[in-house]
């Protein structure tokens, strides 16, 4: 019970890395406020997790539209009066070539990887400051340090998480409010099997260039959330924790 009687924000916990935390997080004691990109979503976790209405609040939602994210904090708040734990999770994959990438999607991809953690670090960063504690974890990429091909938006909305985190640390530090991120190599998550299927070579490649031969387990991103969160990391904050079976040691 590590998180007992602790509340935490996950975004994109429907599925994935994000589902996986919000089991984990909910096993070890915490509320949770989740913001899920479907009701489908969380109605089927609730199940799975067969949960009580008084620790978990969730809502439909696009990260990406400021005012939602905005309405889920306040009413979030409005629930459980503090946010110890921030877990921007929510994200887009999105693989075409540089040339033909338009500008609008080129904003897509920035406003729902990195805008959305920027919007929810000020609009919870503020509760922390006033609480004088707390937590905020971001996830980025192995990508977000590592260049591969077709990923030039999201790699470069994953590497500015990297940067954003280490200067939003330094920021908050003053008021006891850690701010750290997480990289996770290749996980097997939905999109997984489609991976394998349309893109073999590709995905061949990858359990080659891992030195640890396989994919990672959503489970495992979230043993570090986890650890991040917690006091056994009290004197983190600033820094990227790569989960990534050895990719980034190349």
Request: a neutral charge; proline letters at 2%; glycine letters at 10%.
């Given at each position: 019970?590590?998180?007992?009687?602790?509340?935490?924000?996950?975004?994109?916990?429907?599925?994935?890395?994000?589902?996986?935390?919000?089991?984990?997080?909910?096993?070890?004691?915490?509320?949770?406020?989740?913001?899920?990109?479907?009701?489908?979503d969380f109605n089927?976790?609730?199940?799975?997790?067969?949960?009580?209405?008084?620790?978990?609040?969730?809502?439909?939602?696009?990260?990406?539209?400021?005012?939602?994210?905005?309405?889920?904090?306040?009413?979030?708040?409005e629930k459980f009066?503090?946010?110890?734990?921030?877990?921007?999770?929510?994200?887009?994959?999105?693989?075409?070539?540089?040339?033909?990438?338009?500008?609008?999607?080129?904003?897509?991809?920035?406003?729902?990887?990195?805008?959305?953690?920027?919007?929810?670090?000020?609009?919870?960063?503020?509760?922390?400051?006033?609480?004088?504690?707390?937590?905020?974890?971001?996830?980025?990429?192995?990508?977000?340090?590592?260049?591969?091909?077709?990923?030039?938006?999201?790699?470069?909305?994953?590497?500015?998480?990297?940067?954003?985190?280490?200067?939003?640390?330094?920021?908050?530090?003053?008021?006891?409010?850690?701010?750290?991120?997480?990289?996770?190599?290749?996980?097997?998550?939905?999109?997984?099997?489609?991976?394998?299927?349309?893109?073999?070579?590709?995905?061949?490649?990858?359990?080659?260039?891992?030195?640890?031969?396989?994919?990672?387990?959503?489970?495992?991103?979230?043993?570090?959330?986890?650890?991040?969160?917690?006091?056994?990391?009290?004197?983190?904050?600033?820094?990227?924790?790569?989960?990534?079976?050895?990719?980034?040691?190349?």
């Amino acid at each position: 019970m590590r998180l007992k009687n602790k509340v935490c924000v996950i975004s994109g916990a429907g599925k994935g890395i994000g589902r996986e935390t919000a089991k984990l997080f909910y096993e070890e004691g915490a509320y949770l406020a989740l913001i899920t990109r479907t009701g489908e979503d969380f109605n089927s976790l609730k199940d799975e997790l067969k949960c009580s209405d008084d620790r978990v609040f969730a809502i439909e939602g696009d990260v990406s539209d400021e005012k939602s994210i905005c309405r889920f904090v306040e009413r979030t708040l409005e629930k459980f009066g503090r946010i110890d734990v921030l877990i921007n999770n929510a994200g887009m994959r999105f693989r075409k070539p540089f040339l033909d990438i338009s500008t609008d999607e080129w904003n897509k991809v920035m406003n729902t990887n990195l805008t959305s953690i920027f919007v929810f670090c000020r609009e919870i960063g503020n509760q922390m400051v006033k609480q004088k504690h707390g937590s905020i974890i971001n996830m980025s990429s192995i990508v977000g340090t590592h260049g591969l091909p077709e990923l030039t938006a999201y790699g470069a909305s994953k590497g500015g998480i990297i940067t954003f985190t280490k200067c939003l640390a330094l920021e908050l530090a003053q008021f006891g409010v850690r701010v750290n991120s997480i990289s996770p190599g290749f996980c097997e998550t939905s999109y997984t099997d489609n991976f394998k299927k349309n893109k073999k070579e590709l995905y061949d490649f990858t359990l080659e260039r891992t030195p640890l031969k396989r994919w990672g387990r959503s489970r495992e991103v979230a043993d570090a959330c986890l650890f991040l969160a917690t006091e056994e990391s009290s004197y983190i904050t600033g820094e990227t924790l790569n989960v990534d079976g050895g990719w980034g040691a190349w």
